[in-house]
């Protein structure tokens, strides 16, 4: 079944600066790749999603692009605020009915 | 617009006690997902429903967990008997579509088991 790693587990920016979150899968057939944010005491909120016919999408500050060949997607936050604090999980699917395997999450802190 | 609601938010209980935790997804959503959350394995996808119809449920962990859905707008997940071990954050999540269409969770349970 399919594999997610997920690194780094905790990640330090200075407010403004950039973060990257990068994760692998196992599966070839896995084609939807979910970014999820998760605040405390709450639930993880989508942010982003990418599916395997695009290599690359943006939505303001935030991208994820994606290397179907090396199996491995990317999630990118530019110019990092104090709101973006929080657990980011990357995870991946395939076909309609395969399950979703969240990777085991990036703790994010943003330094003042 | 309403999200996923979850009850209760918190529940303690003792060892050997049924737990039932329920679920009411978003209106015209029509796949439901129940995830377990812990430090030591992440989020588990533990089952989940299509139309009411239970797809997949590999990921419950025994025969003590149960999940239903009698209908499109109300779910349960029930452990009976509950042991210290089940001590986990509990989500629902809805989608519409299948599994692989982006899901929106609510808030969760916080079970404790003493």
């Known amino acids: 079944g399919e594999n997610v790693e997920q690194h780094p587990s905790t990640l330090s920016v200075q407010e403004g600066d950039s973060a990257v979150i990068k994760c692998t899968y196992s599966?070839?057939?896995?084609?939807?790749f979910p970014w999820y944010k998760q605040e405390l005491g709450k639930g993880p909120q989508l942010i982003i999603d990418?599916?395997?016919?695009?290599g690359e999408k943006k939505d303001q500050r935030i991208a994820v692009t994606l290397n179907k060949t090396a199996k491995h997607f990317s999630l990118h936050i530019t110019e990092t605020q104090p709101e973006d604090s929080a657990v980011y999980f990357c995870?991946?699917?395939?076909?309609?009915?395969?399950?979703?395997?969240f990777g085991k999450g990036t703790r994010l802190h943003i330094l003042p | 617009d309403a999200g996923v609601i979850q009850s209760p938010r918190h529940e303690v209980t003792e060892m050997g006690q049924e737990v039932t935790l329920r679920c009411k997804p978003i209106?015209?959503?029509?796949?439901l997902f129940w995830y377990r959350q812990t430090m030591m394995r992440g989020l588990e996808l533990l089952i989940y429903?299509?139309?009411?119809?239970?797809?997949?449920d590999s990921g419950m962990p025994e025969d003590r967990f149960s999940a239903k859905m009698p209908n499109a707008s109300f779910s349960t997940l029930k452990i009976q008997p509950s042991e210290p071990r089940d001590s986990a954050v509990y989500f629902c999540?809805?989608?519409?579509?299948?599994?692989?269409?982006?899901?929106?969770f609510g808030d969760g349970t916080r079970l404790s088991i003493l």
């Open positions: 999540a809805s989608s519409y579509g299948p599994i692989n269409q982006p899901q929106h």
């Open positions: 599966d070839s057939a896995s084609n939807y």
């Open positions: 990418i599916r395997s016919n695009v």
């Open positions: 995870a991946a699917s395939g076909n309609r009915d395969d399950k979703i395997i």
């Open positions: 209106s015209g959503h029509n796949s």
């Open positions: 429903f299509n139309n009411n119809v239970p797809i997949d």
